[in-house]
């Protein structure tokens, strides 16, 4: 029954902002957060109710009021061991995606950085990017449970792209020794991984420390290449980044870049130039067309079931002079 009914709510609140709305306003945060606590291990209601709760986060008029009452309601520690082992990777998928909701909302950097999310990101990335190289090929996708590995790359990234706005999760971001595979993430053939592994990098340059390092990784190549890139949003931070980087640089360096960035990106868009010259922080979506994915169902093959198409194919493959030690594990907390 409760399989049935976290189901249901998941594909009501696909794409629907109506049902969205209708299930906020009747208690249905607190509903699927207590459906998750029961759930314990069972993969077949924690999914689709994960689902529902980031559909309820996202894209409608009380996706705050829904951000704020996962919170009031104590499900965020509930949430985040969702993300520890063992993996089930289609509920790890949905997790990861709630939490990214989650941090849109100040109030609820602190709790996730409480509950230990910020390690549990970095292993679900460093553990999803190791298996993506395994292949060496961008012919070739790794999947595990159904999902791929490099949907897993962009989720994670994106997540501590939202997570690293609060200062003090951005210090213990980059204090995990991240910023060198999220440097090497800017080759990455993925669009969106390029986009979010800029935007987290344009949120950890905000501190000195951590764009000596970006710059030291040999940020500046990758990051020149994006700014000719067609997508308004990975030119962007890449922009944002290399300017925070070239401050301490030299009067001939600086020059170099602004006239680089004058000529390839934002000759046409004065506004974007003034963004990106005052450094301030981007407020990009993740995944601009990220459409609530409708929830498969359990154990009913034969009833016609209406979701959406499957993603296009996603092709990665990661420069070979890149080097990035993925055996580095950090601990689970407590």
């Given at each position: 029954m409760l399989t049935c009914a976290t189901g249901i709510l998941s594909n009501l609140t696909c794409n629907n902002a109506r049902n969205k709305a209708l299930v906020c306003q009747s208690g249905g945060v607190e509903a699927l957060i207590h459906a998750v606590l029961r759930a314990g291990q069972k993969e077949d209601?924690?999914?689709?109710?994960?689902?529902?709760?980031?559909?309820?986060?996202?894209?409608?008029?009380?996706?705050?009021?829904?951000q704020n009452a996962v919170r009031l309601h104590y499900g965020i520690p509930a949430i985040t061991k969702l993300l520890g082992q063992p993996y089930y990777w289609p509920v790890v998928k949905a997790t990861v995606g709630l939490i990214r909701n989650l941090a849109l909302c100040p109030a609820n950097q602190a709790p996730l950085r409480e509950a230990g999310a910020i390690p549990?990101?970095?292993?679900?990335?460093?553990?999803?990017?190791?298996?993506?190289?395994?292949?060496?090929?961008?012919?070739?996708?790794?999947?595990?449970?159904g999902v791929r590995m490099e949907e897993i790359v962009e989720g994670c990234t994106g997540a501590l792209h939202i997570l690293a706005?609060?200062?003090?999760?951005?210090?213990?971001?980059?204090?995990?020794?991240?910023?060198?595979?999220?440097?090497?993430?800017?080759?990455?053939y993925v669009e969106n991984v390029k986009r979010v592994s800029a935007g987290v990098l344009c949120e950890?340059?905000?501190d000195k420390q951590?764009?000596?390092?970006?710059?030291?990784?040999?940020?500046?190549?990758?990051?020149?290449?994006?700014?000719?890139s067609p997508n308004e949003g990975i030119a962007t931070y890449a922009a944002a980044v290399l300017f925070r980087i070239s401050e301490d640089k030299s009067s001939d360096y600086r020059k170099r870049v602004s006239v680089e960035l004058t000529h390839s990106l934002f000759k046409h868009d004065p506004a974007a130039w003034e963004m990106a010259h005052s450094a301030m922080p981007l407020d990009a979506g993740y995944m601009p067309d990220d459409l609530d994915a409708a929830y498969p169902p359990y154990g009913y093959p034969d009833l016609p079931m209406d979701g959406l198409p499957l993603d296009p194919e996603i092709h990665e493959q990661f420069m070979p002079e890149m080097t990035f030690d993925s055996r580095q594990v950090y601990p689970e907390p407590l």
């Open positions: 209601v924690c999914e689709p109710a994960v689902c529902a709760l980031r559909h309820l986060t996202s894209r409608h008029a009380h996706a705050e009021l829904a549990r990101l970095v292993n679900l990335l460093l553990k999803a990017h190791q298996d993506t190289q395994r292949l060496g090929s961008s012919a070739q996708q790794t999947y595990q449970d706005r609060d200062p003090i999760n951005r210090g213990e971001i980059s204090s995990m020794q991240t910023i060198p595979l999220f440097v090497q993430l800017l080759y990455s950890l340059a905000l951590s764009a000596e390092l970006i710059d030291a990784e040999g940020a500046s190549a990758p990051l020149m290449e994006l700014l000719h």
